[in-house]
């Protein structure tokens, strides 16, 4: 096994290439959009082929052998990948905080409520700041450092402000945060408020936090962290190496995502062709996205107008994370959705909070936004287009701690869900909620706590 050097320049040379038009982008605009036409841009590697540098098997054993090394870009489940990714002019200049390296699960239970053999979860949520966002985040923040900028900065529904404050702090740059006002998990601004961004909360929803932050950075150099910056997905594509890597390179059927501004499931949809294009594998998993029923942009591009132009909606749903109307990177989405045969599939509120406490009782947990996975994969299993004996992945986006006080709300039957009338939600999630009971200080009191509940779930 060869020695590993985090200063070897490989032959992976990027270009960055408008998904429209296809021109080559050379200065990149402010808005990461592509000068000639206006759409976003990706990476793309020309260069890659299966030789020598390249070849899978090498390659694996390569990244395989890192995860026993201590340096500091080796033991990051981001750059240990880093043939794959954009290269920076100095390797050891990479703002990483170990990210990535996220657990596998197996989900007994889940499975069952789902109606299928066998059901893993990759947790995302298991990174430094309790999201995906910071796989992500570490690669184009160390592109902005590279670039001299001081100030970085992103509108959000909270996971990508948490991430963005974080990765700042580390690199001694600047953040500026703006995020919709009371529409944020309190775990999420807390984070921001810690680590020393300056945090906006602006009178509207996210899609309104964007065409704000879009002003800004037109009138002062700032350093835009959104998904719509193509070094954002570079760094989130790493989950699927990853996922790849820990199933042996045997490939899931199917892997279901949740989707908001519609950035991961593109990211992850690009690696797991990149990984197919290198040999890597010979096949690639059904990629699905699910939405919130309030908020189901893409479900709707895709029924209403065959996916032909968008169908921005008023996003409204207690998924936060994903409280999205106007999703940037749609095409990126239908590009992944047609390239693998995945599809759309839009659940309720009250499947949401359902699938979240399932996932809750596998002793996992994650947060509402995460949650729609196991309440798609459901749908998609009654419809047909998951198999009960097919192997499916699904990608939790983020912690249980993120937003406690709609876990508390919800076991406490104070939920209150948009568009829906409170006691229909109540009826359909009844069984689910575990209120905390309050009790006077004896061990008489609890142990007839207990034993209610012993009697409780023999009958139930
Ligand atoms: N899950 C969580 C927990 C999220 O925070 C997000 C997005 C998504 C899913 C959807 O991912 O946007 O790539 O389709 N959160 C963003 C934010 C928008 O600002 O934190 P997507």
Request: charged residues 25%; proline residues 4%.
């Amino acid at each position: 096994m060869e020695a590993v050097d985090a200063n070897r320049i490989s032959r992976g040379s990027y270009i960055v290439r408008c998904i429209g038009c296809g021109a080559t982008a050379g200065d990149l605009a402010p808005d990461f959009r592509c000068k000639r036409c206006g759409e976003l841009l990706e990476v793309n590697f020309p260069g890659w082929s299966g030789d020598d540098d390249f070849h899978a098997d090498r390659l694996k054993a390569i990244w395989r052998e890192r995860r026993t090394s201590n340096q500091t870009l080796d033991s990051s489940g981001v750059w240990r990948f880093r043939e794959v990714l954009p290269e920076l002019d100095d390797w050891s200049s990479a703002i990483t905080m170990r990210e990535g390296n996220t657990p596998v699960y197996d989900l007994p239970r889940c499975a069952r409520a789902a109606g299928v053999d066998h059901l893993r979860a990759k947790h995302q949520g298991m990174n430094p700041t309790g999201s995906f966002k910071d796989t992500g985040m570490t690669v184009a923040i160390s592109f902005a450092r590279q670039n001299n900028f001081h100030w970085v900065a992103c509108a959000s529904t909270g996971n990508t402000s948490a991430s963005m404050a974080a990765y700042a702090a580390r690199g001694a740059m600047r953040s500026l945060v703006i995020i919709p006002e009371g529409k944020i998990a309190w775990g999420k601004l807390s984070q921001s408020l810690d680590y020393g961004a300056l945090t906006c909360q602006l009178r509207t929803d996210f899609d309104g936090c964007v065409r704000v932050l879009n002003d800004i950075i037109r009138r002062h150099p700032i350093y835009l962290l959104n998904s719509v910056n193509p070094y954002r997905l570079e760094g989130q594509k790493t989950a699927a190496i990853e996922l790849l890597e820990q199933l042996d390179w045997r490939v899931p059927d199917h892997v279901v995502v949740p989707g908001g501004n519609l950035g991961n499931n593109s990211a992850l949809g690009k690696a797991f062709l990149e990984m197919k294009r290198l040999g890597f594998v010979d096949s690639v998993p059904k990629i699905s996205v699910i939405q919130a029923e309030g908020a189901n942009p893409l479900y709707r591009t895709v029924h209403e107008k065959a996916g032909r132009e968008l169908v921005p909606v008023e996003a409204e749903t207690l998924a936060t994370a994903i409280r999205i109307g106007n999703p940037a990177s749609w095409q990126k989405s239908l590009a992944v959705l047609q390239a693998t045969n995945g599809c759309v599939e839009q659940v309720s509120e009250a499947e949401i909070a359902v699938a979240k406490t399932e996932i809750g009782a596998d002793g996992i947990g994650c947060e509402p936004a995460s949650a729609v996975t196991l309440a798609g994969l459901k749908k998609l299993v009654r419809t047909g287009f998951i198999s009960k004996s097919e192997s499916v992945v699904l990608i939790l986006t983020g912690h249980v701690l993120k937003d406690p006080e709609y876990t508390i709300n919800f076991h406490r039957g104070e939920l209150s869900v948009p568009r829906m009338a409170d006691s229909e939600f109540q009826s359909l999630t009844k069984l689910q909620q575990r209120a905390p009971v309050v009790l006077d200080a004896s061990a008489d009191a609890v142990l007839g706590a207990l034993q209610a509940h012993e009697k409780a779930e023999r009958h139930g």
